[in-house]
Protein backbone atom coordinates (compact mmCIF):
# COMPACT_ATOMS: atom_id res chain seq x y z
CA UNK A 1 0.00 0.00 0.00
CA UNK A 2 1.45 3.51 -1.11
CA UNK A 3 2.24 5.80 1.41
CA UNK A 4 1.04 9.26 1.49
CA UNK A 5 3.01 12.14 2.83
CA UNK A 6 1.10 14.80 3.28
CA UNK A 7 2.29 17.98 2.68
CA UNK A 8 2.86 20.41 5.47
CA UNK A 9 0.43 22.94 6.08
CA UNK A 10 2.52 26.55 5.86
CA UNK A 11 1.33 29.08 7.90
CA UNK A 12 0.86 32.87 6.85
CA UNK A 13 4.24 33.57 8.30
CA UNK A 14 6.23 30.66 6.72
CA UNK A 15 4.53 31.76 3.41
CA UNK A 16 5.17 35.04 3.33
CA UNK A 17 8.99 34.18 3.59
CA UNK A 18 10.16 37.23 4.82
CA UNK A 19 9.88 35.94 8.30
CA UNK A 20 12.44 33.19 7.57
CA UNK A 21 14.89 35.99 5.73
CA UNK A 22 14.97 37.69 8.74
CA UNK A 23 15.30 34.44 11.24
CA UNK A 24 18.17 33.30 8.53
CA UNK A 25 20.11 36.53 8.33
CA UNK A 26 19.90 36.86 12.22
CA UNK A 27 21.45 33.62 12.18
CA UNK A 28 24.66 34.64 9.73
CA UNK A 29 25.00 37.95 11.98
CA UNK A 30 25.68 35.91 15.06
CA UNK A 31 28.37 33.67 13.08
CA UNK A 32 30.07 36.87 12.08
CA UNK A 33 29.48 38.44 15.51
CA UNK A 34 31.53 35.27 17.04
CA UNK A 35 33.89 35.66 14.36
CA UNK A 36 34.63 39.12 15.10
CA UNK A 37 34.69 38.67 18.49
CA UNK A 38 36.88 35.90 18.22
CA UNK A 39 34.74 33.04 19.90
CA UNK A 40 34.87 30.89 16.84
CA UNK A 41 38.06 28.36 16.66
CA UNK A 42 39.38 29.12 13.01
CA UNK A 43 42.19 26.58 11.78
CA UNK A 44 46.09 27.32 12.45
CA UNK A 45 47.56 30.45 10.97
CA UNK A 46 50.65 28.74 9.96
CA UNK A 47 53.43 30.91 9.15
CA UNK A 48 52.73 32.71 12.51
CA UNK A 49 51.42 30.05 14.80
CA UNK A 50 53.82 27.05 14.30
CA UNK A 51 53.09 23.58 14.76
CA UNK A 52 55.81 22.71 16.85
CA UNK A 53 53.71 23.26 20.31
CA UNK A 54 50.86 20.73 19.15
CA UNK A 55 53.18 18.15 17.76
CA UNK A 56 52.16 14.75 19.11
CA UNK A 57 55.02 12.62 21.10
CA UNK A 58 55.48 9.82 18.07
CA UNK A 59 55.71 12.45 15.45
CA UNK A 60 57.82 11.66 12.89
CA UNK A 61 59.65 14.41 11.27
CA UNK A 62 63.21 14.39 9.73
CA UNK A 63 65.92 11.36 10.47
CA UNK A 64 69.00 13.03 12.27
CA UNK A 65 72.17 11.60 13.80
CA UNK A 66 73.28 12.37 17.50
CA UNK A 67 76.22 12.01 19.73
CA UNK A 68 76.28 10.71 23.33
CA UNK A 69 77.09 12.80 26.75
CA UNK A 70 81.12 12.25 25.63
CA UNK A 71 80.50 14.17 22.46
CA UNK A 72 81.53 11.05 20.72
CA UNK A 73 79.50 10.30 17.62
CA UNK A 74 77.13 7.41 18.46
CA UNK A 75 77.27 6.14 14.94
CA UNK A 76 79.29 3.33 14.23
CA UNK A 77 78.89 3.31 10.44
CA UNK A 78 77.35 -0.64 10.11
CA UNK A 79 75.38 0.40 7.60
CA UNK A 80 72.28 -1.38 8.62
CA UNK A 81 70.04 1.68 8.42
CA UNK A 82 71.64 2.01 4.63
CA UNK A 83 70.27 -1.16 4.04
CA UNK A 84 66.59 -1.02 5.44
CA UNK A 85 66.24 2.79 3.83
CA UNK A 86 63.35 1.95 1.47
CA UNK A 87 63.58 4.82 -0.71
CA UNK A 88 67.15 4.04 -0.46
CA UNK A 89 67.49 7.61 1.02
CA UNK A 90 70.86 6.85 3.17
CA UNK A 91 74.19 6.66 2.08
CA UNK A 92 77.50 6.25 4.40
CA UNK A 93 81.15 6.29 3.51
CA UNK A 94 82.33 4.20 6.53
CA UNK A 95 86.18 4.43 7.82
CA UNK A 96 88.44 3.90 10.41
CA UNK A 97 89.03 5.96 13.58
CA UNK A 98 92.63 6.28 13.99
CA UNK A 99 94.72 4.71 16.52
CA UNK A 100 95.40 7.76 18.49
CA UNK A 101 91.47 9.17 18.56
CA UNK A 102 90.73 8.50 22.29
CA UNK A 103 87.42 6.30 20.92
CA UNK A 104 89.95 4.37 18.39
CA UNK A 105 87.95 0.92 20.40
CA UNK A 106 85.04 1.80 18.33
CA UNK A 107 86.94 1.07 15.44
CA UNK A 108 84.29 2.72 12.71
CA UNK A 109 83.30 5.70 12.04
CA UNK A 110 80.97 7.58 9.25
CA UNK A 111 83.58 9.36 7.14
CA UNK A 112 80.25 10.47 5.40
CA UNK A 113 76.86 10.66 6.06
CA UNK A 114 74.12 11.45 3.85
CA UNK A 115 70.32 11.39 3.99
CA UNK A 116 68.52 12.77 0.53
CA UNK A 117 65.33 14.33 1.91
CA UNK A 118 63.75 14.12 -1.37
CA UNK A 119 63.50 10.33 -1.37
CA UNK A 120 63.33 9.94 2.50
CA UNK A 121 59.45 8.53 3.64
CA UNK A 122 59.86 9.65 7.55
CA UNK A 123 59.16 5.88 8.17
CA UNK A 124 61.36 5.71 10.67
CA UNK A 125 62.52 2.23 10.00
CA UNK A 126 66.33 3.67 10.31
CA UNK A 127 65.69 4.79 14.01
CA UNK A 128 64.18 1.06 14.54
CA UNK A 129 67.11 -0.59 12.72
CA UNK A 130 70.02 1.32 14.91
CA UNK A 131 71.75 -0.84 17.37
CA UNK A 132 73.50 2.15 18.84
CA UNK A 133 70.68 4.33 18.79
CA UNK A 134 72.75 6.69 16.48
CA UNK A 135 69.72 7.54 14.87
CA UNK A 136 66.56 9.32 15.17
CA UNK A 137 63.30 10.86 13.93
CA UNK A 138 62.87 14.41 15.34
CA UNK A 139 59.98 16.66 14.82
CA UNK A 140 61.49 19.29 12.32
CA UNK A 141 58.79 19.17 9.44
CA UNK A 142 59.05 22.13 7.36
CA UNK A 143 62.15 20.91 4.90
CA UNK A 144 62.71 23.06 2.10
CA UNK A 145 65.55 23.55 -0.53
CA UNK A 146 66.51 25.57 -3.43
CA UNK A 147 68.07 22.71 -4.78
CA UNK A 148 68.48 19.16 -4.88
CA UNK A 149 71.83 19.03 -3.54
CA UNK A 150 70.54 21.77 -1.20
CA UNK A 151 68.04 19.06 0.17
CA UNK A 152 70.85 16.58 1.14
CA UNK A 153 71.92 16.61 4.76
CA UNK A 154 74.83 15.83 4.87
CA UNK A 155 77.14 14.78 8.25
CA UNK A 156 77.80 18.17 9.67
CA UNK A 157 74.03 19.05 9.15
CA UNK A 158 72.44 16.32 10.38
CA UNK A 159 74.71 16.50 14.02
CA UNK A 160 73.43 20.21 14.00
CA UNK A 161 70.10 19.14 13.70
CA UNK A 162 70.35 15.78 16.26
CA UNK A 163 72.65 17.55 18.75
CA UNK A 164 73.39 15.20 22.40
CA UNK A 165 71.67 12.13 23.34
CA UNK A 166 72.16 9.91 26.29
CA UNK A 167 70.14 6.85 25.07
CA UNK A 168 69.82 3.49 26.94
CA UNK A 169 72.77 1.48 25.14
CA UNK A 170 76.28 2.36 27.12
CA UNK A 171 78.25 -0.31 25.82
CA UNK A 172 80.75 1.74 24.20
CA UNK A 173 81.54 3.12 27.85
CA UNK A 174 83.40 0.70 30.11
CA UNK A 175 85.95 0.14 27.29
CA UNK A 176 86.98 3.73 26.80
CA UNK B 1 37.59 86.30 -27.52
CA UNK B 2 33.93 86.96 -26.58
CA UNK B 3 33.96 83.08 -27.82
CA UNK B 4 36.33 82.21 -24.82
CA UNK B 5 34.44 84.42 -22.71
CA UNK B 6 31.28 82.80 -23.44
CA UNK B 7 32.27 79.52 -22.56
CA UNK B 8 31.42 79.07 -18.87
CA UNK B 9 34.88 77.70 -17.83
CA UNK B 10 33.74 77.60 -13.93
CA UNK B 11 30.75 75.20 -15.09
CA UNK B 12 33.42 72.70 -17.02
CA UNK B 13 36.05 72.44 -14.67
CA UNK B 14 33.07 72.11 -11.82
CA UNK B 15 32.14 69.23 -13.74
CA UNK B 16 34.61 67.77 -14.34
CA UNK B 17 35.98 68.15 -11.01
CA UNK B 18 32.82 66.17 -9.70
CA UNK B 19 33.05 63.52 -12.30
CA UNK B 20 36.72 62.69 -11.63
CA UNK B 21 36.23 62.62 -7.92
CA UNK B 22 32.97 60.33 -7.97
CA UNK B 23 34.53 57.75 -10.41
CA UNK B 24 37.88 57.79 -9.87
CA UNK B 25 38.51 58.69 -6.24
CA UNK B 26 35.49 57.51 -4.53
CA UNK B 27 33.46 54.71 -6.82
CA UNK B 28 36.55 52.77 -8.18
CA UNK B 29 38.17 52.54 -5.13
CA UNK B 30 34.53 51.61 -3.34
CA UNK B 31 34.28 48.96 -6.14
CA UNK B 32 37.34 47.12 -5.60
CA UNK B 33 36.93 47.75 -1.95
CA UNK B 34 33.15 46.02 -2.36
CA UNK B 35 34.75 42.71 -4.04
CA UNK B 36 37.37 42.94 -0.68
CA UNK B 37 34.57 43.39 1.82
CA UNK B 38 32.16 40.91 -0.17
CA UNK B 39 35.46 38.19 0.62
CA UNK B 40 35.97 39.27 3.93
CA UNK B 41 32.17 39.44 5.31
CA UNK B 42 31.14 35.94 3.12
CA UNK B 43 34.02 34.20 5.32
CA UNK B 44 33.43 35.81 8.86
CA UNK B 45 29.97 34.54 7.89
CA UNK B 46 31.21 30.69 6.79
CA UNK B 47 33.54 30.80 10.00
CA UNK B 48 36.45 31.31 8.06
CA UNK B 49 39.39 33.57 7.79
CA UNK B 50 39.32 35.43 4.18
CA UNK B 51 42.13 36.69 2.43
CA UNK B 52 43.91 38.36 5.49
CA UNK B 53 47.30 38.41 3.92
CA UNK B 54 48.27 40.81 1.10
CA UNK B 55 49.79 43.87 2.57
CA UNK B 56 51.30 46.84 0.67
CA UNK B 57 54.98 45.54 -0.97
CA UNK B 58 56.73 48.80 0.21
CA UNK B 59 59.81 46.82 0.46
CA UNK B 60 59.58 46.76 -3.70
CA UNK B 61 60.11 50.84 -3.10
CA UNK B 62 63.01 50.62 -1.06
CA UNK B 63 60.98 50.81 2.44
CA UNK B 64 62.23 48.59 5.47
CA UNK B 65 59.11 46.51 6.12
CA UNK B 66 55.99 45.66 3.77
CA UNK B 67 52.40 47.95 5.30
CA UNK B 68 49.89 45.43 6.78
CA UNK B 69 47.22 47.91 7.71
CA UNK B 70 45.35 46.70 10.54
CA UNK B 71 42.63 43.98 9.57
CA UNK B 72 45.75 42.54 6.69
CA UNK B 73 44.56 41.79 3.22
CA UNK B 74 44.05 45.14 2.09
CA UNK B 75 46.13 45.20 -0.14
CA UNK B 76 44.05 42.12 -2.28
CA UNK B 77 42.28 44.58 -4.67
CA UNK B 78 44.94 45.46 -5.98
CA UNK B 79 46.88 42.41 -6.46
CA UNK B 80 43.62 41.65 -7.82
CA UNK B 81 43.58 44.58 -10.16
CA UNK B 82 46.75 43.74 -11.81
CA UNK B 83 46.43 40.13 -11.76
CA UNK B 84 43.55 41.09 -14.12
CA UNK B 85 45.54 43.43 -16.19
CA UNK B 86 48.57 41.42 -16.53
CA UNK B 87 46.67 37.50 -17.87
CA UNK B 88 45.92 36.51 -21.03
CA UNK B 89 43.32 38.36 -23.04
CA UNK B 90 41.95 35.18 -24.82
CA UNK B 91 39.29 34.99 -27.50
CA UNK B 92 37.93 32.12 -28.15
CA UNK B 93 37.70 31.21 -31.78
CA UNK B 94 33.66 30.58 -31.98
CA UNK B 95 32.67 33.73 -30.91
CA UNK B 96 30.85 36.69 -32.72
CA UNK B 97 34.14 39.40 -32.62
CA UNK B 98 32.19 43.04 -32.23
CA UNK B 99 29.61 42.29 -30.01
CA UNK B 100 32.25 40.63 -28.03
CA UNK B 101 34.09 42.94 -27.38
CA UNK B 102 31.39 45.54 -27.09
CA UNK B 103 29.98 43.60 -24.02
CA UNK B 104 32.27 44.15 -21.48
CA UNK B 105 31.92 47.59 -21.89
CA UNK B 106 28.15 47.65 -22.10
CA UNK B 107 28.03 46.10 -19.10
CA UNK B 108 30.37 48.75 -16.94
CA UNK B 109 29.18 52.13 -18.63
CA UNK B 110 25.42 52.68 -17.81
CA UNK B 111 26.42 51.81 -14.48
CA UNK B 112 29.07 54.32 -14.02
CA UNK B 113 26.54 57.18 -16.11
CA UNK B 114 23.49 56.69 -14.11
CA UNK B 115 25.91 57.94 -11.22
CA UNK B 116 25.46 60.91 -12.53
CA UNK B 117 22.31 61.86 -11.35
CA UNK B 118 23.33 60.66 -8.26
CA UNK B 119 23.50 63.64 -5.49
CA UNK B 120 26.32 62.58 -3.84
CA UNK B 121 26.40 66.21 -1.27
CA UNK B 122 24.80 68.99 -0.72
CA UNK B 123 26.54 71.86 -1.80
CA UNK B 124 30.09 72.94 -1.26
CA UNK B 125 31.66 76.32 -1.37
CA UNK B 126 35.00 76.09 -1.69
CA UNK B 127 35.56 80.15 -2.01
CA UNK B 128 37.37 80.60 0.83
CA UNK B 129 40.35 78.71 -0.96
CA UNK B 130 39.30 79.47 -5.10
CA UNK B 131 39.41 83.36 -3.79
CA UNK B 132 42.99 83.82 -2.74
CA UNK B 133 44.05 81.57 -5.44
CA UNK B 134 42.72 83.21 -7.83
CA UNK B 135 43.72 86.94 -7.03
CA UNK B 136 47.74 84.53 -7.23
CA UNK B 137 47.07 84.39 -11.15
CA UNK B 138 45.12 87.66 -11.53
CA UNK B 139 41.67 86.57 -12.42
CA UNK B 140 38.85 85.80 -10.57
CA UNK B 141 37.47 82.43 -9.59
CA UNK B 142 34.84 82.32 -6.97
CA UNK B 143 31.46 81.31 -8.07
CA UNK B 144 29.55 80.63 -4.68
CA UNK B 145 28.10 77.47 -3.62
CA UNK B 146 28.62 74.33 -6.37
CA UNK B 147 26.05 71.26 -6.14
CA UNK B 148 27.37 68.59 -5.37
CA UNK B 149 25.81 66.27 -8.22
CA UNK B 150 27.28 66.19 -11.57
CA UNK B 151 24.07 66.47 -13.52
CA UNK B 152 21.07 67.80 -11.58
CA UNK B 153 18.38 67.23 -14.09
CA UNK B 154 14.71 67.21 -13.15
CA UNK B 155 13.26 63.54 -14.38
CA UNK B 156 16.83 62.45 -12.81
CA UNK B 157 14.65 59.14 -11.48
CA UNK B 158 13.76 58.07 -14.90
CA UNK B 159 16.89 58.96 -16.34
CA UNK B 160 18.60 56.20 -13.97
CA UNK B 161 15.68 53.70 -14.93
CA UNK B 162 16.51 54.45 -18.69
CA UNK B 163 20.42 54.16 -18.60
CA UNK B 164 20.34 51.32 -16.36
CA UNK B 165 18.17 49.37 -17.94
CA UNK B 166 20.76 49.47 -20.95
CA UNK B 167 23.09 47.30 -18.77
CA UNK B 168 20.79 44.23 -20.06
CA UNK B 169 22.29 44.78 -23.70
CA UNK B 170 25.63 44.12 -22.16
CA UNK B 171 24.45 40.65 -20.70
CA UNK B 172 22.29 39.88 -23.72
CA UNK B 173 25.52 40.53 -26.19
CA UNK B 174 27.92 38.76 -24.08
CA UNK B 175 25.39 35.86 -23.83
CA UNK B 176 24.31 35.53 -27.47
CA UNK B 177 27.79 36.21 -28.87
CA UNK B 178 29.68 33.73 -26.70
CA UNK B 179 28.25 31.29 -29.08
CA UNK B 180 27.98 28.70 -26.57
CA UNK B 181 25.26 27.35 -24.61
CA UNK B 182 25.76 28.33 -21.09
CA UNK B 183 26.55 31.83 -21.81
CA UNK B 184 23.64 31.76 -24.29
CA UNK B 185 21.20 30.50 -21.35
CA UNK B 186 22.39 32.98 -18.79
CA UNK B 187 22.12 36.13 -21.30
CA UNK B 188 18.06 34.72 -21.96
CA UNK B 189 17.23 34.33 -18.43
CA UNK B 190 18.50 37.78 -17.38
CA UNK B 191 17.08 39.20 -20.36
CA UNK B 192 13.81 38.21 -18.44
CA UNK B 193 14.33 38.84 -15.66
CA UNK B 194 15.37 42.67 -16.08
CA UNK B 195 12.99 43.41 -17.79
CA UNK B 196 10.22 41.99 -15.40
CA UNK B 197 11.65 43.48 -12.28
CA UNK B 198 12.48 46.99 -13.98
CA UNK B 199 8.67 47.44 -14.34
CA UNK B 200 8.14 46.48 -10.23
CA UNK B 201 11.26 48.90 -9.99
CA UNK B 202 9.87 51.57 -11.68
CA UNK B 203 6.43 51.41 -10.03
CA UNK B 204 7.87 50.92 -6.21
CA UNK B 205 9.41 54.22 -6.96
CA UNK B 206 6.34 55.84 -7.80
CA UNK B 207 5.08 56.57 -3.80
CA UNK B 208 8.34 58.56 -3.35
CA UNK B 209 7.83 60.61 -6.15
CA UNK B 210 4.04 61.33 -4.90
CA UNK B 211 4.78 62.06 -1.80
CA UNK B 212 7.93 64.27 -2.72
CA UNK B 213 6.05 65.69 -6.07
CA UNK B 214 8.82 65.94 -7.77
CA UNK B 215 11.05 63.08 -9.98
CA UNK B 216 14.11 64.79 -9.57
CA UNK B 217 16.81 63.22 -6.84
CA UNK B 218 18.12 66.78 -5.54
CA UNK B 219 14.36 67.82 -5.14
CA UNK B 220 13.53 64.36 -3.23
CA UNK B 221 16.63 64.73 -1.18
CA UNK B 222 15.44 68.56 -0.33
CA UNK B 223 12.19 67.12 0.58
CA UNK B 224 13.48 64.63 3.03
CA UNK B 225 15.66 67.54 4.56
CA UNK B 226 12.85 69.36 4.86
CA UNK B 227 10.46 67.09 6.02
CA UNK B 228 12.76 63.85 7.57
CA UNK B 229 13.55 61.07 5.91
CA UNK B 230 11.11 59.21 3.68
CA UNK B 231 11.59 55.93 5.75
CA UNK B 232 12.64 57.41 9.33
CA UNK B 233 10.52 60.61 9.40
CA UNK B 234 11.24 61.64 12.73
CA UNK B 235 14.60 62.64 11.39
CA UNK B 236 13.02 66.12 11.49
CA UNK B 237 12.63 66.16 14.85
CA UNK B 238 8.74 65.91 13.97
CA UNK B 239 6.02 63.08 13.88
CA UNK B 240 2.61 64.38 12.66
CA UNK B 241 0.03 61.93 11.77
CA UNK B 242 0.37 62.37 7.94
CA UNK B 243 4.09 61.31 8.39
CA UNK B 244 2.72 57.77 9.94
CA UNK B 245 0.01 57.27 7.73
CA UNK B 246 2.50 57.80 4.70
CA UNK B 247 5.36 55.56 6.22
CA UNK B 248 3.23 52.33 5.63
CA UNK B 249 3.07 52.75 1.89
CA UNK B 250 6.55 53.94 2.02
CA UNK B 251 8.02 51.08 3.79
CA UNK B 252 6.23 48.80 1.50
CA UNK B 253 7.79 50.48 -1.76
CA UNK B 254 10.93 49.82 0.38
CA UNK B 255 10.75 46.43 0.56
CA UNK B 256 9.71 45.86 -3.18
CA UNK B 257 11.86 48.34 -4.07
CA UNK B 258 14.60 46.92 -2.35
CA UNK B 259 13.89 43.42 -3.71
CA UNK B 260 13.54 44.69 -7.30
CA UNK B 261 16.94 46.30 -7.02
CA UNK B 262 18.69 43.04 -5.96
CA UNK B 263 17.06 41.10 -9.58
CA UNK B 264 18.09 44.39 -11.14
CA UNK B 265 21.91 44.10 -10.09
CA UNK B 266 21.69 40.10 -10.39
CA UNK B 267 22.57 39.62 -7.02
CA UNK B 268 21.90 36.38 -5.08
CA UNK B 269 19.07 35.26 -4.31
CA UNK B 270 18.50 36.00 -7.72
CA UNK B 271 21.55 35.52 -9.37
CA UNK B 272 19.98 33.19 -12.07
CA UNK B 273 21.87 34.73 -15.06
CA UNK B 274 25.18 33.30 -13.69
CA UNK B 275 24.36 30.71 -11.42
CA UNK B 276 27.83 28.78 -10.79
CA UNK B 277 26.17 25.06 -10.48
CA UNK B 278 23.81 24.79 -13.38
CA UNK B 279 25.42 27.66 -16.00
CA UNK B 280 29.27 27.14 -15.27
CA UNK B 281 29.43 30.89 -14.73
CA UNK B 282 26.64 32.33 -17.27
CA UNK B 283 26.93 34.85 -19.35
CA UNK B 284 31.13 35.74 -18.42
CA UNK B 285 31.87 31.57 -19.05
CA UNK B 286 33.79 32.74 -22.13
CA UNK B 287 35.65 35.65 -20.62
CA UNK B 288 38.79 35.96 -19.46
CA UNK B 289 41.25 38.85 -18.32
CA UNK B 290 39.94 42.66 -18.05
CA UNK B 291 36.92 41.59 -20.11
CA UNK B 292 35.89 39.33 -17.51
CA UNK B 293 36.78 42.01 -15.01
CA UNK B 294 34.74 44.75 -16.77
CA UNK B 295 31.43 42.63 -16.20
CA UNK B 296 32.38 41.96 -12.42
CA UNK B 297 32.91 45.80 -11.85
CA UNK B 298 30.06 46.29 -13.75
CA UNK B 299 27.94 44.38 -11.47
CA UNK B 300 29.87 45.88 -8.13
CA UNK B 301 29.75 49.68 -9.95
CA UNK B 302 25.61 48.77 -10.38
CA UNK B 303 25.86 47.53 -6.95
CA UNK B 304 26.45 51.12 -5.44
CA UNK B 305 24.68 52.90 -8.15
CA UNK B 306 21.16 50.94 -6.60
CA UNK B 307 22.53 51.68 -3.34
CA UNK B 308 23.05 55.38 -3.86
CA UNK B 309 19.90 55.35 -5.47
CA UNK B 310 17.78 53.64 -2.18
CA UNK B 311 19.89 56.25 0.27
CA UNK B 312 18.56 58.86 -2.15
CA UNK B 313 15.07 57.67 -2.08
CA UNK B 314 14.30 56.57 1.36
CA UNK B 315 17.35 57.24 3.49
CA UNK B 316 17.44 60.91 3.09
CA UNK B 317 20.90 61.02 0.62
CA UNK B 318 23.55 63.24 2.12
CA UNK B 319 21.69 64.29 5.22
CA UNK B 320 22.15 63.66 8.75
CA UNK B 321 19.76 65.42 11.64
CA UNK B 322 21.33 68.06 13.45
CA UNK B 323 24.09 68.83 10.20
CA UNK B 324 23.39 71.42 8.37
CA UNK B 325 24.33 71.42 4.73
CA UNK B 326 27.50 73.34 3.22
CA UNK B 327 25.87 76.53 1.81
CA UNK B 328 26.55 79.11 4.77
CA UNK B 329 30.02 79.56 3.01
CA UNK B 330 34.15 79.52 4.44
CA UNK B 331 35.80 77.02 6.26
CA UNK B 332 32.82 75.44 8.04
CA UNK B 333 30.62 75.58 5.46
CA UNK B 334 33.57 73.20 3.38
CA UNK B 335 33.66 71.44 5.72
CA UNK B 336 30.15 70.65 6.18
CA UNK B 337 29.86 69.72 3.01
CA UNK B 338 32.52 67.39 2.81
CA UNK B 339 30.57 65.62 6.20
CA UNK B 340 27.47 65.29 3.90
CA UNK B 341 29.77 63.93 1.15
CA UNK B 342 31.05 61.14 3.62
CA UNK B 343 27.62 60.96 5.26
CA UNK B 344 26.11 60.09 1.76
CA UNK B 345 28.74 57.75 0.89
CA UNK B 346 28.67 55.60 4.86
CA UNK B 347 24.51 54.93 3.66
CA UNK B 348 25.88 53.62 0.88
CA UNK B 349 28.71 51.37 2.35
CA UNK B 350 25.93 50.09 4.92
CA UNK B 351 23.36 49.00 2.19
CA UNK B 352 26.39 47.41 0.44
CA UNK B 353 26.91 45.37 3.25
CA UNK B 354 23.60 44.63 3.57
CA UNK B 355 23.38 43.57 0.19
CA UNK B 356 26.75 41.30 0.67
CA UNK B 357 25.14 39.65 4.18
CA UNK B 358 22.31 39.14 2.25
CA UNK B 359 23.87 37.31 -0.69
CA UNK B 360 25.44 35.08 1.75
CA UNK B 361 22.43 33.89 3.75
CA UNK B 362 19.70 33.03 0.61
CA UNK B 363 19.74 30.25 -1.42
CA UNK B 364 19.07 31.39 -5.05
CA UNK B 365 15.40 31.40 -6.44
CA UNK B 366 14.30 28.76 -8.57
CA UNK B 367 13.53 30.07 -12.38
CA UNK B 368 9.78 30.03 -11.82
CA UNK B 369 9.79 31.12 -8.70
CA UNK B 370 12.09 34.29 -9.75
CA UNK B 371 9.14 34.98 -12.21
CA UNK B 372 6.19 34.43 -10.14
CA UNK B 373 7.36 36.34 -7.19
CA UNK B 374 7.97 39.28 -9.81
CA UNK B 375 4.84 39.23 -11.67
CA UNK B 376 2.13 37.51 -9.78
CA UNK B 377 3.09 39.20 -6.03
CA UNK B 378 5.91 42.02 -6.02
CA UNK B 379 4.39 43.68 -9.35
CA UNK B 380 0.23 43.65 -7.39
CA UNK B 381 1.79 44.88 -4.52
CA UNK B 382 3.82 47.91 -5.87
CA UNK B 383 0.92 48.49 -8.27
CA UNK B 384 -1.67 48.78 -5.15
CA UNK B 385 1.17 50.66 -3.11
CA UNK B 386 0.81 53.50 -5.40
CA UNK B 387 -2.90 53.88 -5.28
CA UNK B 388 -2.50 53.63 -1.14
CA UNK B 389 -0.28 55.95 -1.20
CA UNK B 390 -2.61 58.77 -3.47
CA UNK B 391 -5.41 57.63 -1.37
CA UNK B 392 -3.26 58.47 2.28
CA UNK B 393 -2.19 61.81 0.33
CA UNK B 394 -5.74 63.03 -0.60
CA UNK B 395 -7.22 62.38 2.57
CA UNK B 396 -4.67 63.85 4.89
Not at chain 1, 83 to 109: H, L
Request: proline letters at 6%; glycine letters at 8%.
Amino acid sequence: MAYIVPRPKLTFAEKMYLPSIVAGMAITFKHLKRMLKGETKVVMQYPEEKWDSNMPEHYRGAPTLVKDDHGRERCVACQLCEFICPPRAITISPGEIPAENKFAKVEKYPVEFKIDMIRCIYCGMCEEVCPEQAIFLRKDYAITGTSRAEMVNDKEKLYEMGGVFDGLIHKWNPKK
Amino acid sequence: MDFIHSIPWFLIFASLAKTIFIIFLVVLPMVSYTVYAERRVSALIQDRVGPNRTGFPLTLLGFKKDFSPFLGGLGQPVADAVKFLLKEDFTPGHVNKPYFWLAPALAMMPALITLAAIPFGSVLDLDFLLIPLGHLFGAEWGHGPVKMIISDMNVGLLFMFAISSVSVYGIVLAGWSSNSKYPFLGGIRSTSQMISYELCMGLSAVPVLLVASSSGLSSIVNYQVAHGWLLLPFTDGSLTLREILLWIPIAIAFVTFTISMFAETNRLPFDLPESETELVAGYHTEYSSMKFALFFLGEYTAMIAGSALIVVLFFGGWHLPFIPDGSRGGFWGAIFGFVNITAFFAKVAMLLVVFIWVRWTLPRFRYDQLMKLGWLYLFEIALANIFLTAGILAFT
